[in-house]
Nanobody
């Protein structure tokens, strides 16, 4: 059974940093596009970062470009998101996902982890 399990969320002050992890079982990360999404309170979920399995350049949303970094450890089948210079606007539930970014089908999702940034 495929499962993505996130960890690393929490509360941090503005200007701080948080690192998220997404460990997969039953899903081979190297075969999928990988993404990080977030859903702020009262807003729709948005795609922040996409790492393409084809090797094309990683996509970063303008709102996180230069502050967030996605990495992957294939041996551990784990995806990471390093988030720096956080602001209260980054407060959201963060999700990892695996799928096909071109078609918009994200087949596997993590359960979500809350990140709260206080001013």
């Amino acid at each position: 059974q495929a499962e993505l399990v996130e960890s690393g969320g929490g509360s941090v002050q503005a200007g701080g940093a948080v690192s998220l992890s997404c460990a997969a079982s039953g899903v081979i990360f190297s075969r999928y596009d990988l993404g990080w999404f977030r859903q702020p309170p009262g807003k729709e979920r948005e795609n922040l970062v996409t790492m393409y399995y084809t090797g094309r350049p990683t996509y970063y949303a303008d709102s996180v470009k230069g502050r967030f970094t996605i990495t992957r450890d294939n041996a551990k089948n784990t995806l990471y998101l390093q988030m720096n210079s956080l602001t209260p606007e980054d407060t959201a539930v963060y999700y990892c996902a695996a799928g096909n970014a071109g078609t918009g089908y994200w087949w596997y999702w993590g359960q979500g982890t809350q990140v709260t940034v206080s001013s």
